[in-house]
């Protein structure tokens, strides 16, 4: 089947349309909504915390199960504080924070260009700014019944802290020897001055990072390794080159850990931002964590009984922030002659939240189409639906991104066959019942 379309499919361009539609079909929404919303955290929906799940799977698949080199971990979350002085945090990680003495509103003093004007200010609309001064990003909570200094703890900042504390420990239990990885996925907590634009910026969020301990004289070796892997998975979760690019940290904006740092970009609509960073992080870690926690840290040569603190390669990738990319990616609009629309998320299939959705054409139809419905439902996630004309269910599973719609008619009592259609192209083809989990299965693979 040919489509005409009025003018060529539009990409997301304004990120209204895109809040609207993941609130309107439950991908993602204000965290504790009925009570306004709550800054910088969201909650995920039913569609949203499937899309998560797909694309924190294909990172584990590919980091560490297809890998002898890699091994996985799940840390807790609040680490000894003493982890968070050994990193530097408590003394390092802050940004510049400024406040207007008029509206008593906070900005970071590096991002003033949208801040908008000062509703408080009669006769000026500028703000009246405090001095930079530096606020540290790390969340503070107590442990124990009582709230003094003892009792102080932080919730990780990021992921990895708890991968070098434990290092020794995965090291010998899975009998790893360097060159080889430690890779974890995780909630970190950062208390951002100005979380924005939507789940971009926020103060809870995902982390999958994986550091990866060789010996110094193959860092680079290493580092050119890992960001050429890292920029193939985004390609092949079908970000293409034309929205990815890497940037090189200059000297003065490495983090106090980086010896090197590339960030992988995506041309979101508010323009070119980081969602994953690649960063040299030479022996910081380890040798901190030793000097602060009085253990050995060090790796000893098995042939030279050199005995050394081995490198860090990290690669550390934001799994909201590659959501929302994969999210704006995939947002299209279609015009058709005569001006109908269509609005298709063209999610890659293995990322897709729903994988199918069966349709039986008439409600009279239900039982055989259920039974279809429950035995793909056995291997993918797969949505029945039998309420509104065919058309409109179509376009409900468009909006989603289904892959497949497979439609249960009249004749399919008689010839056994149901008519499958295609998201993308909106072909159709009948196949035989019998034949539908492995003509899925075929397609769900070899896609991409
Ligand atoms: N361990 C190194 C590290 O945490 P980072 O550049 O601060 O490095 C890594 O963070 C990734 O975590 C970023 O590329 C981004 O995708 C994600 N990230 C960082 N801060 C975030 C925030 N406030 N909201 C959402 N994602 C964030």
Request: some cysteine; hydrophobic content about 35%.
């Amino acid at each position: 089947m040919t489509t005409d379309f009025a003018t060529a499919p539009r990409r997301l361009e304004n990120m209204d349309d895109l809040v609207s539609l993941c609130a309107r079909r439950g991908f993602i929404f204000p965290s504790s909504e009925i009570y306004g919303g709550i800054n910088g955290f969201w909650d995920y929906g039913p569609l949203g915390v499937e899309l998560k799940q797909n694309l924190k799977a294909c990172w584990w698949q590919r980091m560490v199960r297809e890998r002898d080199d890699v091994v996985g971990l799940d840390s807790s979350i609040i680490c000894h504080p003493r982890t968070w002085e050994a990193s530097g945090h408590t003394e390092h990680f802050s940004d510049p924070m400024v406040d207007c003495r008029a509206c008593k509103k906070r900005f970071r003093a590096d991002q003033l260009d949208d801040i908008g004007s000062c509703s408080a200010r009669e006769g000026s609309s500028e703000h009246d700014l405090t001095e930079p001064r530096n606020f540290n990003l790390m969340l503070r909570t107590s442990i124990g019944a009582s709230e003094d200094a003892a009792s102080l703890a932080y919730l990780r900042a990021e992921t990895c802290q708890p991968i070098f504390n434990d290092f020794k420990r995965v090291r010998e239990t899975a009998r790893q020897k360097i060159p080889f990885g430690i890779a974890q996925i995780g909630k970190a907590f950062r208390n951002e001055i100005n979380p924005r634009n939507f789940t971009f910026r926020s103060r809870e969020f995902e982390q999958a990072e994986m550091e990866f301990f060789c010996h110094p004289r193959e860092r680079e070796k290493w580092f050119s390794h890992w960001l050429e892997e890292r920029l193939c998975f985004h390609r092949e979760l079908g970000l293409d080159d034309e929205y990815l690019r890497t940037r090189r940290h200059e000297e003065g904006e490495l983090a106090h850990y980086a010896k090197q740092a590339v960030d992988v970009e995506y041309r979101f609509p508010f323009g070119w931002q980081e969602i994953e960073g690649i960063h040299d992080r030479g022996d910081w870690d380890l040798r901190r964590h030793s000097e602060y926690s009085g253990k050995d840290l060090g790796v000893t040569d098995p042939e030279t009984k050199e005995h050394f603190f081995p490198m860090v390669v990290e690669t550390s990738v934001g799994v909201d922030r590659t959501c929302l990319a994969v999210l704006c990616h995939a947002y299209t609009v279609e015009t058709f002659e005569g001006g109908d629309e269509r609005t298709v998320m063209r999610f890659h299939p293995a990322l897709a939240p729903l994988k199918a959705a069966v349709l039986p054409l008439s409600k009279k139809l239900a039982q055989p189409a259920r039974k279809l419905h429950l035995e793909l439902r056995r291997h993918w996630n797969v949505f029945y639906d039998e309420s509104g004309n065919i058309g409109r269910r179509y376009r409900r599973q468009d909006e989603v991104g289904t892959p497949f719609c497979l439609t249960y008619d009249f004749d399919s009592e008689d010839d056994r066959k149901v008519t499958v259609r295609h998201r993308d192209s909106m072909s159709q083809h009948r196949i035989a019942i019998d034949a539908v989990v492995d003509y899925l299965r075929e397609q769900l693979e070899n896609s991409g």
